[in-house]
Structure formats: C-alpha cells, structure tokens
C-alpha cells in the first residue's frame, strides 16, 4: 500500500509539473515539450510501459486528426489571400467604427466557433482578425482577443462546437434537438456575457476610429476554393454530428482534399503548406492522453464518482453550479482536455442526473477562458499570434480572464438549471 501511494503521488508530480511547464513556458520553450517530457519521465520511472503510453496517446487519433484537417485549411486560406480578402470587407462593412468592426468579428467568431469548432477559430479566425486590424490600422489586440474568448464561449452551441464536447460525452452524446433544448439558453447568456465585459474592458482602445476607405483585394481562384473547402467541412461536420461519426476523420479527409484540389490547380508542391502548419501541436495532446491514462490509474476517479454520486443525492442544483464551477477551475490548472478525459471517466461510474453532466461539460468548455492554457483551443490561438509577431503573457490574459469568465460562467450554470 505505502508503495502504491508513493506511485500516486509521483504520478500526480509529473502530471502537475508538465502542466506547469505549459502554463509558464520556461526558457520559452514550445508548449508540447513539457507534456511529452511528462509522458516520457512516466515511461522511465517504471510507471507506465511504453506499450501502454503508445496506447493511450492512440486514443487521441480523432483528436489529431480533425487538428491535422483544420491546421491544413487554415494554412491554405493564410496563403491563398483569403484572409485578406475577407479582413478588407469586414473593415470595409465597419464604415469607420471601431466598434461595429469589434462586433462584426465577434458575430464571425460565433459563426466559426459554432459550425468549425472553437479550434477552428483559433486556427482559422486568428490570422484573419489580425490581417483585419492590420487593414483598418487599429491596434489588433483587443480583435484579437475576440477569437480567444469566444472560442470557449460559444463552443457547446452544438455537439461539434468543441472536440472536448465529444471526449465528454463519448458514445452517449444526446440527439441534436435534444443538444438544443438543454443548452440553447446557457450557450446565449454565455456569449452574450463575454460580449458584454469584453466589451466594457476594451472600450479605451475601441474608442478611435479605423481606416474606411480601403482597397478590398479580389479573390485568387486558389482563395475561392479554400473558402469552398472551409464551406464543405462545415456541412460535412454537421452532417457527421447528426450521424453520430466521428469528426476526426471527415475533417482530415475535407482539409487534405481542398489541400490536393488547390495544389494541383495550382501545380505546387505539397511542402509550401505542410511547412506553415504548426505541427507541435499534435505531439502536445498525445502528451495529454498519456498523462490523463495515468491519472486514471491512481484510484482519483473512484473518489470523484463517489463524491459526485452523494453531492448529487443530497441537491441536485447545488451540484450542478458546484460541479461546474470545480470543474471550470480544474480546467485551467491541467488544461481541459485533460479535465473533460476524467469527467468523462468520472461520468460513467457516477450516472449523475443530467443537469450535473451538463455542468461538467459547460465548465470544461467555458472555464478555460479564465488562464491562457486552459483550453487546446487557446493555445492554439497563441501559436497563430506569435506568427504574427503578437504575444500575450500568462498573468495579462489572467487578469482579463478573471473579469469575462465568472460572470458568463454563472449565467449559463443558472440558465442550466432554469432550463431543467
């Protein structure tokens, strides 16, 4: 028993020390580098085989997949000028107004968010954002933050708004109107809410006016047949939500597609693309599975379904803000994918009411909002901003985050239970 404690807290050493070395980046080293080298000191402390490693980073192949798809269409609208195009007519629409142009992109970012995924904003959205501030010559900071934010805010609008929907819920994920009813009205007070302090926080930058007469660029054929392509993953994935599919493979399968089509109409090489395609991200979510497969082993999840079970028998609305709100912070602390792997694990032996699966699921997707590696998705987005030559340190987006996550994270937790 001593020896098996021992394990557990070694195990839970390494697992904490790789997320902080996410969260702080020493030497500003790339994010990936720490949960591998948590992966790999498990494998060398006898605490994992490296059989059962390979194993657990297999179980993110979905996961790497629709990443691989997305990070491929992105990288094709970077060089094809579609981004451009599309940041002249937003600024063009914006007439001058800051504020419409903050509004305009944050109705995008919902759009993206909702139909993409909240990786595709942070993929997609991000370099389009900045070539928009960057037409209207305003500050692209306070645009930029919109593809951060409402990355989470919007992603449990539907089923394939985020990845970590899926990984929740797992092979139980409710028919599409039954999605609808149990989350339309936390999703709106949501996105609202963080339009709102988002808003109220960026007013001072917001305040001077931007660019209105600009010369909007046409679209190269290449660019309209990215946008085709992004347009048909859209459908695609919506079509495989209503399937019940797994997203992975479709996206992967519509990214490389519109990569071939546009290749070959334009009779380059596939390197001009791979080679702008942030691939480190992969190696850092296989990182994840194998530090959560772990985790799991310590006996944690046992407990937590226990403790679940019983804070759900003696109230269920006091579980469900409870859970949520837990589970919100838990979120930024090991990244929420790492937190939606264990609820979902916690979910199957507990069977708690659904309101409380609901919470679990809004407190993974909306938590992260508060630190700037709480989500996959905003560490995505900070990859896109370096290669813009934008960064944004941990205790800035914290400082933010504590005033725009709180209050939208209470206001869907309230809406969950009005709805039930």
Known sequence: MILAAHADGLTWSIAGAATAGVIARPWRLPE?????????????SGLMSWQEALTAAGRGTDVYLFLTGMMLLAELARCEGLFDTLA?????????????????????????????????????????????????????????????????????????????????????MPPLMAWLARFTLPSFLAIVATFVVLRLTQRAALRQDVARNIVVPSMKPGGWLTLYGIGATAVALLTASALGTQLGLVTFFAGGLTAVVVLLYKSEASWVVLRGVSWSVLPLVAGLFVLVESLKRTGVIGGLATALSHWAAQSVESATLGSGALIAVASNLMNNLSTGLIAAQVLAQSHPPAAVTDALLIGVDLGPNLSITGSLATVLWLMALRREGQAVGFWEFLKLGALVMPPALLLALAGLIFTA
């Open 88 to 172: 002249a007519l937003a600024v063009h629409w914006a007439k001058g107004s800051a504020g419409a142009l903050f509004a305009l992109l944050y109705c995008v970012g919902i759009a993206v968010t909702v139909f993409l995924s909240n990786d595709a904003t942070a993929v997609v959205l991000t370099p389009a954002v900045y070539a928009a501030a960057k037409a209207a010559r305003a500050k692209p900071l306070p645009y930029l933050l919109i593809c951060a934010f409402i990355a989470n805010a919007a992603s449990f609008v539907l089923p394939i708004s985020n990845p970590a929907n899926l990984v929740l819920f797992g092979g139980h």
């Open 32 to 44: 990936a580098i720490w949960p591998v080298l948590g992966a790999a000191l498990l494998i060398l």
